[in-house]
Structures are given as C-alpha cells and as structure tokens.
C-alpha cells in the first residue's frame, strides 16, 4: 500500500512571495504518477501539476513546479509569484501505473497543506 | 468546457435512510471514480468503475456501498443505512484513461450530513 506525507498543515505567505509545499510518499512500485491537487473553499478539486515517475524532468505549468526526487520519495510543489486566489488546500496525490492491462486505480492523498496568501 | 456535473449539492438525511449520489461524467470518458472527504480529513478513494464493472475498491467501500450506471450518463453511489459518520463530501470523478495518464476531473462534490 502507499502512503503520502505532508507535513505542513497550513502555511502562510505573502503576495508575490514563493512558497514551497512539501510532500513525501512511500511505495515499492517503480511506475507511478504524482499529482497536486488544489481545493479552494468551494471544495472543488482542482488538478494544478502532475508528473510522471519516469520522466526525470520536473513538470511545470506557468507558476507552479514541482522539485520530484525519485530517489528520496519527495514530490514537493513551488508556487512563484503567489497571488491572492492560490489560497486554498492543497493534496498530494499518487497513483501506481498499470501498464497495459486496463483497469483503473484510485488516488491516495496526502492529508493536505493549507496555504494562505497574506495581501 | 466539459464538465462532472453532480446532483445534489447538498444532501440532508436521516440517520437509517438510504441515499443515492448522481455524479454525470464527461461524455467520452470511460473510468469513473467516488471519493470521500470527511470535514477536515483527506480525500479517500472509494470505487472505480470501468466497463460497467467495479475495477478496485477500497476498504472503506463495503456492503453499505454500491455503485451503477444505470442509463450510459449517469454515475451512482447508493448508500444504504446510513450512519452519523458517513457524513461527508462526495467526489465524483471521471477520466479518458484508467492509468490517470490524462487528467481525472472532479465535480463540484456533494455534501452528505446524516442527522
């Protein structure tokens, strides 16, 4: 079974600054995928960033990155040039492949960062 | 843009009583999945749903849980004889593939409270 950390129940930073939120996970499968997922206060789950265990290069999409590190089973999320509406939770998520044989896997969370913009 | 669209938002029932969760999935999306969130706890994996049969469940998903696809649209999680502790909020998702390699998009969630 997998698990997933994060160790930062809430954070707090001001606008503009960057923030970083850690995540670790715990799995003997070699082929998986890793996502964030974002849930602002209506509790919608937002996909922000996923990667894929085996490509090396770290996945960005506009301000958020990520910093995966395969070996240490750490996954965690940089938001630059934070802004208001990036308040929100935030989940680390895994999931194992399948490879080719179909079927479908569920997501294991991690318990969540809450990370508050300060204007 | 296409979305997970599910009803009701907000779902009030007595303790005893059986509910049923309507989640309708993005049209062309095959895999389909019910998580559950209790206030201030994780998301937890229920159920996946493919080819019109349960692909992997949790151990939260008992015999009190069971999901259907009754007409090709429509995505259900029935609830029989609730508890207290079974409120929460119900997430919906679905998905083109099963290896999550595309996105999963969630609806908007429902809110079970079991009085």
């Known amino acids: 079974a997998q698990t997933v950390t994060q160790s930062q129940p809430e954070m707090s930073v001001q606008e503009a600054e960057t923030v970083t939120l850690s995540c670790t996970y715990d799995?003997?499968?070699?082929?998986?995928?890793l996502f964030w997922y974002k849930q602002p206060p209506s509790r919608q789950m937002i996909l922000v960033i996923r990667q894929e265990a085996y490509k090396q290069q770290n996945a960005t999409e506009n301000r958020f990155s990520v910093n995966f590190q395969k070996a240490a089973k750490s996954f965690s999320l940089k938001i630059s040039d934070s802004q208001l509406g990036d308040t929100a939770m935030y989940f680390c998520?895994?999931?194992?492949?399948?490879?080719?044989?179909?079927?479908?896997?569920?997501?294991?969370f991690g318990k969540g960062t809450h990370l508050i913009i300060q204007p | 843009e296409p979305e997970v669209t599910q009803t009701p938002s907000h779902q009030v029932t007595q303790m005893g009583q059986e509910v049923i969760l309507r989640c309708v999935p993005i049209?062309?999306?095959?895999?389909f999945y019910w998580y559950r969130q209790i206030l201030g706890q994780k998301v937890e994996f229920l159920v996946s749903f493919y080819n019109n049969e349960i692909s992997e469940k949790s151990e939260i998903f008992d015999d009190q849980f069971s999901v259907e696809r009754p007409d090709g649209s429509n995505f259900t999680l029935k609830i029989r004889s609730t508890k207290l502790e079974d409120s929460a909020m119900y997430f919906c998702a679905s998905g083109v593939t099963g290896s999550m390699n595309t996105e999963a998009f969630f609806g908007q969630g429902t809110r079970l409270t079991v009085v």
């Open positions: 049209s062309n999306h095959l895999y």
């Open positions: 799995t003997s499968e070699n082929n998986y995928y």
């Open positions: 998520a895994f999931m194992k492949h399948l490879g080719t044989g179909g079927g479908a896997d569920g997501l294991t």
